[in-house]
């Protein structure tokens, strides 16, 4: 148990809905990172969070947005959502204290299953 | 970011010591090695992380050479539960610096 917890494990929603994705960091951990794991793919970096503002962006679509919060939970929310949106959500965190590779570490959440119809 | 290559998938045998290699030729000066282990399904779990020389903890050793431009993960005696992908990623020394997750090692161990 890496002490990182997303809800809900599995989603099933249809085209064009939208849906919120919710991680919970490690307690002390000030930096959340969101990723897409689609079937049999790589893991891709889509944004993230420190001490609530966003740090660092990678392949995150518009209809995409995150935020983390004063308590550093953070929410993944999906819009206008597509066949190809289907995949796993993870959620990470680190201490984020911009110091050395210890405290950069990324620790895993179990993830969330989004199933698009 | 340093990209790193690794071999898209091995075979190995209960155990079996197993030796996964990653080249990243253009790591830079401050950059750590870390790989990290990934069950279907789940997601990744931190195995190991270094510098240079030798790494090792309770499940896992990491040789890193003088030009740390390789390492190899080393796995001892490895079993049926050690089937999993392996990823080796470099960087992670500065704030906010992302991970990029190539296509990982996929180790399947046999009986």
């Known amino acids: 148990d890496s002490g990182v917890t997303q809800t809900p494990k599995h989603l099933i929603t249809a085209t064009g809905q939208r849906v919120t994705l919710r991680c919970s960091p490690r307690s002390g951990d000030l930096s959340v990172y969101w990723y897409q794991q689609s079937l049999d793919q790589g893991l891709q970096f889509l944004i993230q969070y420190y001490n609530g503002e966003e740090r660092a962006k990678g392949n995150i679509l518009e209809r995409f947005s995150a935020q983390q919060f004063p308590d550093l939970h953070s929410e993944l929310n999906l819009s206008s959502l597509e066949l190809g949106d289907s995949a796993l959500y993870f959620c990470?965190?680190?201490?984020?204290?911009?110091?050395?590779?210890?405290?950069?570490?990324?620790?895993f959440g179990p993830g969330t299953r989004l199933l698009v119809l | 970011l340093a990209k790193t290559t690794q071999p898209i998938s091995m075979d190995s045998y209960e155990g079996q010591e197993v030796n996964i290699t990653c080249s990243h030729n253009n790591i830079a000066t401050n950059d750590y090695i870390t790989w990290y282990q990934q069950f279907p399904s789940q997601g990744p779990r931190f195995i190991i992380q270094?510098?240079?020389t030798k790494v090792t903890n309770e499940v896992a050793s990491l040789f890193i050479p003088a030009d740390r431009k390789s390492s190899t993960l080393s796995l001892p005696r490895v079993s049926l539960s050690d089937t999993a992908v392996y990823y080796c990623l470099v960087g992670g020394n500065n704030a906010g610096n992302m991970l990029t997750f190539g296509g990982g090692t996929r180790l399947m161990v046999k009986p």
């Open positions: 270094g510098y240079k």
């Open positions: 990470a965190s680190s201490l984020g204290l911009a110091g050395g590779p210890v405290e950069e570490t990324q620790y």
